[in-house]
């Protein structure tokens, strides 16, 4: 049993870490407008990446991307992490971000939407999510009908991630409601100026993004745009969450190793009656229990990428990861914060966008209670 990373992924972890130091972190407070970096960063940022080989990291080569592994983009994520330059929420500066559904496409699907996505002409967006459908994508109402060679969608869906922006959703919908998530799930390709499918709102979250909602009436698609076989649209959505959790836990883990720093390089520095904090227990125990947590969910995270990369099914261990590395994160986040006292509480540091970056880990991908829900499960059938 070997816990060390192989060298080449050493060395990735070193070159991304070492990219983060010198370009990012130093102007990483004037890189972000809510929840997007600006324009003109972005494409310098998109422009080194390219230059060190990482472009669609996620992409594999036959499609002309760098074919990286699961453990490999977590590797890169938990660097990317530990800048606040780097919305939760971005699509990242590696390339297009590529849903995992649209591999899975045929070939006139993917000249249509695939390819276009993978150069950068279109955006697209998952809309899964509804008003009384978080958690529990089977409990969806969106209704499609099959009329001829086209379906007919009605429906809402609710914090679309991307949707004011993107040229086509990948929309789940239900097709057999005495099934449900047991095959009455599909999913279609919907471009978004079709007639009947329209934003009605954008919300305002405190990450600064806008999920917007989305709704369907009478919205006629053609059939030719259903995505495999009618029924399989649950087991694709969840395919996609299970790599987003991680990359929600990865993220965590750069979050909070930054945070670790800071902490304790101000507990050395900062005086309180005649004393540097860092020789205050209190303080001490701060700074043992967050490195402590970070250890362990970094092997958590590792391991759940490399079983991944093995072909092995890890949704347990990914509900495991995501649960454990973003409550880590959040108390480490906060536990930052009153290390620094009234600095931490100012816009002159970044603990104060992480704070409500990591919050939003605890709902987003999945909400750490419906994780938790699944791991018992899954602990109730294996001694059963």
């Known amino acids: ?82 800048t606040v330059a780097i919305p939760a929420r971005d699509q990242g500066i590696f390339g297009p971000w590529v849903n995992p559904i649209l591999y899975t496409l045929n070939e006139e699907q993917k000249r249509h939407y695939f390819y276009p996505v993978l150069r950068g002409e279109k955006m697209s967006c998952l809309a899964q999510t509804e008003p009384d459908a978080g958690s529990d994508p089977g409990a969806i109402k969106t209704r499609a009908v099959r009329q001829g060679d086209s379906y007919v ?59 917007c909602e989305v709704v369907f009436e009478d919205c006629k698609v053609p059939a030719a745009n259903l995505v495999g076989n009618e029924g399989e649209g649950f087991v694709l959505g969840q395919k996609w969450l299970g790599v987003g959790r991680l990359r929600q836990a990865a993220r965590a ?66 509900f495991m990861a995501k649960v454990y590395a973003t409550e880590m994160s959040f108390r480490v986040v906060d536990r930052a914060l009153q290390i620094h006292g009234g600095i931490g509480l100012t816009t002159d540091l970044p603990l104060h966008q992480w704070f409500l970056d990591q919050r939003s880990t605890l709902i987003t991908e999945g909400a750490v209670e419906v994780m938790r829900l699944a791991i018992a499960r899954h602990v109730l059938k294996k001694y059963d």
């Open 1 to 82: 049993m070997d816990f060390n990373l192989p060298e080449e992924l050493q060395m990735l972890k070193e070159t991304v870490r070492r990219f983060v130091d010198k370009e990012i972190i130093p102007i990483e407070l004037q890189c972000r407008v809510g929840n997007q970096i600006r324009p003109e960063i972005r494409e310098t940022l998109e422009s080194k990446t390219r230059d060190m080989g990482l472009w669609l990291i996620d992409v594999p080569k036959q499609y002309g991307g760098a074919g990286l592994g699961l453990l490999a983009r977590v590797l890169i994520w938990e660097e990317m992490g530990r």
């Open 153 to 211: 969608i009605n429906g809402t869906k609710r914090f679309i991630t991307h949707a004011a922006k993107a040229d086509f959703a990948q929309v789940l919908v239900l097709t057999d409601p005495a099934k449900r998530a047991r095959g009455g799930i599909s999913c279609l390709l919907v471009d978004m100026n079709t007639p009947g499918c329209r934003i009605t709102t954008k919300y305002k979250t405190m990450m600064g993004d806008e999920p």
């Open 253 to 318: 883990l750069g979050v909070a190793e930054r945070c670790i720093e800071m902490g304790a390089r101000y507990a050395k520095q900062r005086v309180t009656f005649g004393k540097p904090l860092s020789e205050r227990q209190a303080i001490q125990w701060m700074l043992a229990d967050s490195f402590t947590e970070l250890h362990a969910a970094r092997l958590m995270v590792y391991h759940a990428a490399w079983n991944y990369d093995q072909g092995q099914d890890i949704r347990n261990e990914a």
